[in-house]
């Protein structure tokens, strides 16, 4: 139901202009009102806490047709942050929102300062859901300047915030906002990928070289069979990563969003190389997602990050701990 | 779209919970002494006392009918027992093939007869079993089949030779693919299955084929004028095709897809412990995400057989993604630490490297190669 919602919403009112002013870092008002309109903000919660209360598949769904159609907004990010609010206890945002953990700010007399590297769409946004330490605070947007302008491999703005606010809504912190964002970001993936796919499949059964579709050929074939698969790794992931971040298992966020960066690359460059030269260009929409999908596996904590926090967990299992480890994951 | 769809496999239940716990103390008891060596050995490990363990204990034949000696568990259930027999590399080898395939075959084709008298072997872990498919002009394309099944009265005189039969020196069964009538042009059609008892088949020779490593395990299989009993055939004769088919659907489904190298993971992280810096840990991250990912894509294959939904597909994705995951984890490791392999060694490390290495190469083949597999996926997504 709400995925045939946002499916409408967006093939209705996101055209190429569209896209191409986000890519010059344009902020767009009146999508932005649709989506307020259909209440995608408070998506992932609870009926209780004024959401929609959708099972844990429908709100993964959601979050996957936001990639699946490019949508050059912060809209799973503000669903991310306000599912944050929500649980902390904290005023929900009054529009788009970001999430974000910064350990170095200092608190001093009750004044939060210091800057915050790279948010989504920083400028247009209405707040902030800030991880200091064991802390969220919901920072509203008179409570920062723009310090160093951003551009993500989408070419949306990805600026840095100078953060300088008397503190008037705080609490403890729920879960990490970047266990959040990584798991969020794993949906995206898996739905931009299906779209590289889905594209693939049909420039390779409508382009003829040699006399034959493309696909005909056997090497294309099997390219095909591995982009389903780095789509099937990507999609489980995905999930995998959803339910470790409701049980508040940060090894299996870790594996879930991992596989899912590595998909990203593994993916968008087999896209490409099926294209052939169009799909290097932006006359063809393939580089809605490869550009995005470059963008999304390097946010929320990188490779790095997640990577060594898994391992270690890893070597702390050992021989022994490990395979149960996994079994848990 | 055209995403391959992978339904979400269920959280364990408390009877699967409890059955893993009770699983890993059951291996611990009868196999807790095995060395790390032996256990990456993983299914080329043959123990007919284990797996006459692992019968009456109640592990084999999980899913069957209580009436063949089966434990009507469900699919989740039989797949605890599967990936932990594998993670904990038990030798599998007398109960896998017959417990994964032939008796799920049976299950599906057999007589009354058939039924009765091999099934509760097979649950019992008495029974062991072989796939008679390959032949020397007849691998990838198993439609070439060439070995050929005269009816002669109430027996079928068996001409042909079958390849890489694995443990036919030592398994009691084979179910055998060959012709019933025309030739190897007519592809598909008169193709047909018999059971063939390997201890004894007059006419039947077994001759050892050594692989690289040195090791028997896989066999040449001569018929010259073998008389098998006419009663011995599965199913319809003819249907030996969509038969065939349906057994590989069995043998490509499990979890043992991407956990033929598990032990050197194991062993890996031993070798590292003490000079682990952030560029090898985050390389173990790596690997284990695309282990717990493989993890839960095969569980959905079993959520699917639990279902009765025909999983061909997603197994074949299961299957040739896993096997690229245990086939390079030696160059991972070779990555992390410096140690020449040694067949022969008694240090953990350097000889489960070994042989892994030795062994790798054939998990892209066995079951189905890589491109066949590759061809199977591309075919779903409508190319073909
Ligand atoms: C360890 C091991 C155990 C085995 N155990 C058994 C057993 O118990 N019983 C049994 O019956 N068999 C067994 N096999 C055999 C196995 O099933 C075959 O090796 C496999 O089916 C491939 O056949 P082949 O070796 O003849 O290779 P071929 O079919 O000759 O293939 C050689 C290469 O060409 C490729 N190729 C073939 N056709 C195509 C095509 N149309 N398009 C693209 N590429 C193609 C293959 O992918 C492969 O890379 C075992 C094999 C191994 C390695």
């Known amino acids: ?329 | 779209m055209s995403a391959i769809p992978f339904p979400a496999p269920p959280a364990d239940s408390d009877e699967v919970l409890a059955l893993r716990g009770e699983f890993r103390a059951f291996l611990d008891k009868h196999l807790g002494h095995r060395s790390p060596r032996q256990r990456s050995d993983n299914w080329y490990g043959f123990s007919r006392d284990f797996s006459r363990a692992m019968g009456q204990a109640g592990y084999l034949g999980m899913t069957w009918p209580k009436q063949y000696g089966g434990h009507e568990r469900s699919a989740f259930e039989r797949y605890v027992v599967v990936e932990e027999s594998l993670a904990y590399g038990a030798p599998v080898g007398a109960h896998w093939i017959a417990d994964r395939q032939s008796g799920p075959s049976i299950i599906k084709f057999g007589t009354d007869e058939q039924k009765e008298t091999i099934l509760p072997g097979i649950a019992a872990g008495k029974l062991a079993f072989g796939i008679g498919m390959s032949e020397p002009d007849s691998g990838s394309d198993l439609a070439a089949t060439r070995t050929k099944a005269v009816r002669d009265g109430d027996v079928y005189r068996v001409t042909g030779t079958k390849v890489w039969t694995s443990f036919a020196h030592e398994a009691d069964y084979v179910i055998l693919f060959c012709r019933t009538s025309g030739t190897p042009a007519d592809r598909h059609q008169g193709t047909s299955q018999l059971l063939v008892n390997l201890k004894d088949t007059p006419g039947l020779t077994i001759k050892p084929i050594i692989d690289l490593a040195g090791q028997h395990h896989f066999n040449e299989m001569h018929f010259e004028d073998a008389a098998v009993p006419a009663k011995n055939l599965l199913g319809a004769e003819g249907d030996g095709w969509n038969q065939v088919m349906s057994e590989l659907a069995f043998e490509r489904s499990g979890p043992e897809r991407f956990l033929s190298s598990i032990e050197l993971m194991y062993q890996l992280l031993e070798a590292l412990r003490g000079r682990e810096d952030d560029a090898a840990l985050a390389m173990i991250g790596r690997l284990t995400a695309q282990l717990a990912v493989l993890r839960r894509l095969s569980r959905s294959v079993a959520a699917m057989l639990q279902a009765k939904e025909n999983a061909g597909l997603q197994a074949a994705i299961v299957k040739d993604v896993g096997a690229v995951w245990e086939q390079t984890l030696p160059d991972f490791a070779r990555q992390l630490v410096d140690a020449e392999p040694d067949p022969r060694t008694a240090a953990a490390y350097a000889g489960v490297l070994a042989n892994i290495v030795h062994n790798a190469p054939s998990w892209s083949l066995r079951g189905g190669t890589r491109e066949i597999l590759r061809g199977i996926i591309a075919r779903g997504l409508g190319t073909r």
């Open chain 1, 1 to 329: 139901m709400l995925a045939d919602m946002i499916q409408r919403l967006f093939e209705r009112s996101l055209g190429d202009a569209a896209q191409s002013e986000a890519r010059e870092g344009k902020w767009l008002p009146a999508l932005w009102a649709e989506v307020e309109e259909m209440g995608l903000p408070l998506a992932l919660l609870s009926e209780e806490q004024g959401g929609f209360g959708l099972a844990p598949a429908d709100q993964g769904e959601a979050l996957r047709l936001l990639g699946h159609l490019a949508v050059p907004l912060p809209v799973a990010e503000t669903m991310a942050a306000n599912r944050l609010l929500a649980e902390a206890g904290l005023p929900l945002a009054e529009g788009a929102a970001g999430l974000a953990r910064a350990d170095d700010l200092t608190l001093a007399d009750g004044r939060l300062s210091g800057t915050v590297h790279r948010v989504a769409w920083g400028e247009n946004l209405d707040c902030l859901a800030l991880a200091v330490g064991n802390t969220l605070y919901h920072v509203p947007r008179s409570g920062w300047t723009l310090t160093e302008p951003g551009t993500a491999l989408n070419f949306h703005p990805r600026p840095s915030l100078a953060i300088d606010w008397v503190v008037d809504a705080s609490a403890p912190l729920p879960h990490d906002p970047l266990a959040e964002g990584a798991t969020v970001r794993a949906f995206q993936i898996a739905g931009a990928l299906e779209a590289a796919l889905d594209l693939t499949l049909e420039h390779t059964a409508t382009r003829v070289q040699f006399g034959k579709p493309l696909q005909k050929n056997q090497v294309v074939q099997h390219e095909l069979a591995k982009l389903a698969g780095e789509l099937a790794c990507a999609t489980a992931a995905a999930d995998l990563a959803a339910e470790a971040l409701a049980r508040g298992d940060l090894r299996g966020v870790a594996a879930g969003s991992l596989r899912a960066r590595e998909a990203a690359g593994n993916g968008a460059s087999i896209a490409t190389q099926m294209h052939g030269a169009i799909g290097f260009t932006r006359e063809h929409p393939l580089h809605l997602f490869t550009t995005s999908l470059w963008t999304w596996r390097d946010e929320f904590g990188g490779q790095v990050f997640w990577a060594t926090l898994l391992g270690r967990a890893a070597m702390a299992a050992g021989e022994e701990g490990y395979w149960p480890m996994v079994t848990e994951l």
